[in-house]
């Protein structure tokens, strides 16, 4: 993989909103536009990288998703295995098991349907959720699952114009 200096600039500028909105900084309630910006970037990286792999013909499903695991499971448990152990010492015992609840769907990737579920995601008690950021990772796990099956199905089964079709969809 090439390191692109100019994506780590888009990501960089993408944090910006969000960091001000959970700051709290008058005037910023669009804290969520960063997030969206970290979607679309993570999606032209990932049909870059898969769409390249499958013209090389080196492109494997489970080579894609082992080096996602290494990516995001260590950091991803550490954080979990942290909450839970900070949690059990600072948590009434009705929030420690809405917080179990929300590690597990954050362990299956639908932290997203459960926080949906529960009040929404934008709502002042889910502002108090610390598992609330895990939503986000949710949506992009669920991306990474489906997305690559469908663009090597859409890549090796139409020989003209995939992107046009990726683009549609």
């Avoid at 780590?8 to 960063?34: K, M, Q």
């Avoid at 910006?37 to 082992?66: D, K, N, P």
């Avoid at 929030?95 to 929300?102: E, K, P, Y």
């Amino acid at each position: 993989m090439i390191y692109r200096p100019d994506i780590d600039g888009l990501r960089a500028v993408a944090v910006v909103p969000v960091v001000l909105y959970h700051a709290g900084v008058p005037g910023v309630s669009g804290g969520y536009i960063g997030v969206d910006v970290f979607f679309v970037i993570s999606g032209f990286l990932i049909t870059s990288i898969i769409a390249r792999e499958i013209a090389q013909g080196r492109f494997s499903l489970v080579s894609f998703y082992e080096r996602r695991a290494r990516r995001l499971l260590p950091a991803l448990f550490a954080v979990l295995v942290f909450s839970l152990f900070v949690g059990f010492f600072v948590m009434s015992p009705v929030q420690f098991r809405d917080m179990g609840a929300a590690i597990v769907a954050t362990v299956f990737y639908v932290a997203n349907i459960l926080m949906w579920s529960r009040s929404g995601y934008f709502q002042t008690s889910s502002e108090l959720d610390p598992m609330l950021h895990m939503w986000s990772l949710s949506v992009e796990e669920q991306f990474y699952i489906f997305y690559p099956v469908l663009l090597l199905l859409i890549i090796k089964g139409l020989k003209r114009r995939p992107l046009f079709l990726v683009t549609l969809i």
